[in-house]
T-cell receptor, first 114, second 110 residues
């Protein structure tokens, strides 16, 4: 049973560029959330997708956008990259049908903006 | 969403039992309590989840008193590989929005 998988694992972008990160949820999960984790900090919630719609959003600017596909996989897009966007981006998934809605995380995508 | 408070750091020695307590005074009726372990540069790993009383799995136990305003993660006989940051979170999960605090940095020494 594959867990949450993310790609790419590492990438380097230049300030002002755009980036797309991808996530496949754990088998059987229908809800995907994205988190940003800066060095030395706890993860910060970006947004959540369920039934291909954004359901909740954290305190992140519109430069951060996402998408969920019919197979429940998801993308996180960040436009006009800033140096401060350098972080570990985590994808998490859960199933709303499960008691407790346990959330599982992927290993993350390390983004460095130079 | 309920906020949590836990010690910033703890030290232990190999073979000891470690108990990390988390306070969540504003926990809601529908909220579950979930603990995660995170190693540097890796995603948080699910350890254990509970609603009330005691839950045990192959790696840890979770003790939750009747008022549910706190919880204690118990790690039996820790090893060096248990050195990590441990996060306590509360929520119903359906929203997917977990509020992470600073976590507890556990250091296990030989």
């Amino acid at each position: 049973d594959a867990g949450v998988t993310q790609s790419p694992t590492h990438l380097i972008k230049t300030r002002g560029q755009q980036v797309t990160l991808r996530c496949s949820p754990k088998s059987g999960h229908d809800t995907v959330s994205w988190y940003q984790q800066a060095l030395g900090q706890g993860p910060q919630f970006i947004f959540q997708y369920y039934e291909e719609e954004e359901r909740q959003r954290g305190n992140f600017p519109d430069r951060f956008s996402g998408h969920q596909f019919p197979n429940y996989s998801s993308e996180l897009n960040v436009n006009a990259l800033l140096l401060g966007d350098s972080a570990l981006y985590l994808c998490a998934s859960n199933s709303r049908r499960d008691t407790g809605n346990t959330i599982y995380f992927g290993e993350g995508s390390w983004l460095t903006v130079v | 969403l309920a906020k949590t408070t836990q010690p910033i750091s703890m030290d232990s020695y190999e073979g000891q039992e470690v108990n990390i307590t988390c306070s969540h005074n504003n926990i809601a009726t529908n909220d579950y309590i979930t603990w995660y372990q995170q190693f540097p540069s890796q995603g948080p790993r699910f350890i254990i989840q509970g609603y009330k009383t005691k839950v045990t799995n192959e790696v840890a136990s979770l003790f939750i008193p009747a008022d549910r305003k706190s919880s204690t993660l118990s790690l039996p006989r820790v090893s060096l590989s248990d050195t990590a940051v441990y996060y306590c979170l509360v929520g119903d999960g359906a929203g997917g929005k977990l509020i992470f605090g600073q976590g507890t940095e556990l250091s296990v020494k030989p």
